[in-house]
C-alpha cells in the first residue's frame, strides 16, 4: 500500500510517484486542487498513530460538520448536491477523518432530518476498504424540543435517528443544549434520557453540546453518579469565539477527561478570507458578515501571513489553531473542493510563536461571533 509522507521542504505542493507517494499538502489560499486531476492518498501518518481517544471510542483529530447537508435556508442546500457529498463523504474516509457530526433537528422543513438520513446512506454505500467503514462515529444530536418531556421521548428520539441513520448504535449521543435557562425541570428528564440510551445499547457513548463552564460540571457528576461517562462537550470555539468563557470550557474539560469538539472553527465562514463587503454570502449570514467583517482585518491579516510563510491556506491555519489548543475541530463541508482543502489542515502543527500571533490579533478585533442563544453558564 502506498504510503503518504509529509515532506519538510517549502516548495509548492506536488504528487510525485517513484517506489511511493510523496505528498506535501499545501495549496496557496487562492488555489486548490481539481477534484478531477487530484486524488489523495489512501494512508495519511494520522491514521493509526494520531487518533484521539473520546470516552471508549477513538476519533480523528478533526471531524466534519453535516449542517449544510438538507438546511435549504443557510446553506442553499438542493438534493442535486448528494452526489457531490458522497463524493466529500468518500474522501473524508479514505484520507481517515472518521469522526462525522450530525443533528436530528438538521435539515430545513420537508427535509427535516436530511442530514441523518444522508450520512447513513453515505456510510452503507462506502465502497472503499472495511476497515475504515467499521471506523466510522457517527456523533449526533438531539435537540430539547419543548414537548420532549420525559426520559422516555428523549430516548424515542434516539430510536428514530438510529432509523433515518439505518445503524445499528450511534457513536455519540448529545443533547444538542440546555433547557436549564428556561425549563430546569426538563433538564434533568433530558439527563435521565441520555442515561436511558446509554443502558439500552443505543450509543457507545454521550456528549453534550452548548453548555458552559458550569452546567458542565453539574452534568457529568450527574452522568458519573449514574455510571455513565460524559466523553464529549460541544462548543462553538475559534479565533472568532475565543474567550474567558471558551477558555474556561477547555480547562474543565481537561480536568474531567472530557473531550472538547469545537464547532464553526471558521466562523460560518468569515476566517477563510474569501469574503468581503463587497463580496459577502447570500442570506442571513451575509447579514451577519456585514457587522463583524469591518473588525476583522488585523485577525485576517494574520491569517494570511502565516497562511503564506506556511504555504497553506487561511482556513487550515484556523482549523489548525484548533487542534494545537487541544480541540478537535468539525468544520463543515459540503465540495470537494472544502473537503481537499480542510484535510490539508492536518498532519501538521502551528509554532506556540504563531498560535500567539493570532490569538493576539484576535484580541485586536471588536467584534466577536455571536454566541448560541442556548449557550449556558
Given at each position: 500500500?502506498?504510503?503518504?509522507?509529509?515532506?519538510?521542504?517549502?516548495?509548492?505542493?506536488?504528487?510525485?510517484?517513484?517506489?511511493?507517494?510523496?505528498?506535501?499538502?499545501?495549496?496557496?489560499?487562492?488555489?486548490?486542487?481539481?477534484?478531477?486531476?487530484?486524488?489523495?492518498?489512501?494512508?495519511?501518518?494520522?491514521?493509526?498513530?494520531?487518533?484521539?481517544?473520546?470516552?471508549?471510542?477513538?476519533?480523528?483529530?478533526?471531524?466534519?460538520?453535516?449542517?449544510a447537508w438538507g438546511n435549504q435556508l443557510l446553506w442553499g442546500y438542493d438534493e442535486s448536491m448528494d452526489?457531490?457529498?458522497?463524493?466529500?463523504?468518500?474522501?473524508?474516509?479514505?484520507?481517515?477523518?472518521?469522526?462525522?457530526?450530525t443533528a436530528d433537528s438538521y435539515g430545513t422543513g420537508r427535509l427535516n432530518g436530511q442530514s441523518e438520513?444522508?450520512?447513513?446512506?453515505?456510510?452503507?454505500?462506502?465502497?472503499?476498504?472495511?476497515?475504515?467503514?467499521?471506523?466510522?462515529?457517527?456523533?449526533?444530536?438531539?435537540?430539547?424540543?419543548?414537548?420532549?418531556?420525559?426520559?422516555?421521548?428523549?430516548?424515542?428520539?434516539?430510536?428514530?435517528?438510529?432509523?433515518?441513520?439505518?445503524?445499528?448504535?450511534?457513536?455519540?449521543?448529545?443533547?444538542?443544549?440546555?433547557?436549564?435557562?428556561?425549563?430546569p425541570l426538563q433538564e434533568i428528564a433530558l439527563w435521565d434520557g441520555l442515561v436511558a440510551m446509554y443502558?439500552?445499547?443505543?450509543?457507545?457513548?454521550?456528549?453534550?453540546?452548548?453548555?458552559?463552564?458550569?452546567?458542565?460540571?453539574?452534568?457529568?457528576?450527574?452522568?458519573?453518579?449514574?455510571?455513565?461517562?460524559?466523553?464529549?462537550?460541544?462548543?462553538?470555539?475559534?479565533?472568532?469565539?475565543?474567550?474567558?468563557?471558551?477558555?474556561?470550557?477547555?480547562?474543565?474539560?481537561?480536568?474531567?477527561?472530557?473531550?472538547?469538539?469545537?464547532?464553526?472553527?471558521?466562523?460560518?465562514?468569515?476566517?477563510?478570507?474569501?469574503?468581503?463587503?463587497?463580496?459577502?454570502?447570500?442570506?442571513?449570514?451575509?447579514?451577519?458578515?456585514?457587522?463583524?467583517?469591518?473588525?476583522?482585518?488585523?485577525?485576517?491579516?494574520?491569517?494570511?501571513?502565516?497562511?503564506?510563510?506556511?504555504?497553506?491556506?487561511?482556513?487550515?491555519?484556523?482549523?489548525?489553531?484548533?487542534?494545537?489548543?487541544?480541540?478537535?475541530?468539525?468544520?463543515?463541508?459540503?465540495?470537494?473542493?472544502?473537503?481537499?482543502?480542510?484535510?490539508?489542515?492536518?498532519?501538521?502543527?502551528?509554532?506556540?510563536?504563531?498560535?500567539?500571533?493570532?490569538?493576539?490579533?484576535?484580541?485586536?478585533?471588536?467584534?466577536?461571533?455571536?454566541?448560541?442563544?442556548?449557550?449556558?453558564?
Open positions: 500500500m502506498a504510503l503518504c509522507l509529509l515532506t519538510t521542504t517549502s516548495s509548492s505542493s506536488s504528487l510525485t510517484s517513484t517506489n511511493h507517494i510523496s505528498c506535501n499538502f499545501t495549496i496557496p489560499n487562492e488555489t486548490l486542487f481539481s477534484s478531477s486531476s487530484f486524488k489523495l492518498p489512501l494512508l495519511w501518518p494520522w491514521q493509526k498513530e494520531n487518533k484521539l481517544k473520546m470516552g471508549p471510542l477513538k476519533v480523528s483529530p478533526m471531524g466534519f460538520g453535516t449542517w452526489s457531490e457529498l458522497q463524493q466529500v463523504f468518500n474522501l473524508a474516509v479514505d484520507n481517515g477523518v472518521n469522526l462525522f457530526d438520513r444522508l450520512l447513513g446512506k453515505f456510510i452503507r454505500e462506502y465502497r472503499g476498504q472495511k476497515r475504515l467503514q467499521s471506523d466510522i462515529i457517527v456523533a449526533t444530536k438531539f435537540a430539547a424540543y419543548p414537548w420532549r418531556l420525559t426520559p422516555g421521548q428523549f430516548v424515542n428520539a434516539c430510536k428514530s435517528s438510529v432509523e433515518r441513520l439505518q445503524l445499528e448504535q450511534i457513536g455519540i449521543g448529545q443533547l444538542h443544549w440546555s433547557t436549564a435557562n428556561y425549563a443502558e439500552k445499547g443505543l450509543v457507545q457513548a454521550v456528549g453534550v453540546s452548548n453548555y458552559g463552564p458550569k452546567q458542565l460540571v453539574k452534568i457529568h457528576k450527574y452522568l458519573k453518579d449514574r455510571g455513565v461517562p460524559l466523553c464529549s462537550a460541544q462548543v462553538q470555539f475559534s479565533l472568532l469565539s475565543y474567550g474567558d468563557e471558551q477558555i474556561e470550557i477547555k480547562r474543565i474539560c481537561d480536568s474531567l477527561g472530557v473531550k472538547l469538539i469545537a464547532y464553526s472553527p471558521l466562523g460560518l465562514g468569515m476566517l477563510t478570507g474569501k469574503y468581503t463587503l463587497s463580496s459577502l454570502p447570500n442570506g442571513p449570514r451575509g447579514l451577519l458578515f456585514r457587522q463583524i467583517l469591518p473588525g476583522l482585518e488585523p485577525l485576517l491579516r494574520c491569517l494570511r501571513e502565516i497562511a503564506t510563510k506556511r504555504q497553506k491556506t487561511m482556513s487550515q491555519v484556523a482549523i489548525n489553531w484548533c487542534m494545537s489548543k487541544g480541540g478537535i475541530p468539525i468544520p463543515g463541508v459540503k465540495s470537494v473542493k472544502q473537503a481537499e482543502e480542510n484535510l490539508g489542515s492536518l498532519g501538521w502543527r502551528l509554532s506556540k510563536d504563531e498560535v500567539n500571533q493570532l490569538e493576539s490579533a484576535a484580541q485586536q478585533s471588536p467584534r466577536k461571533m455571536l454566541q448560541n442563544i442556548f449557550q449556558t453558564r
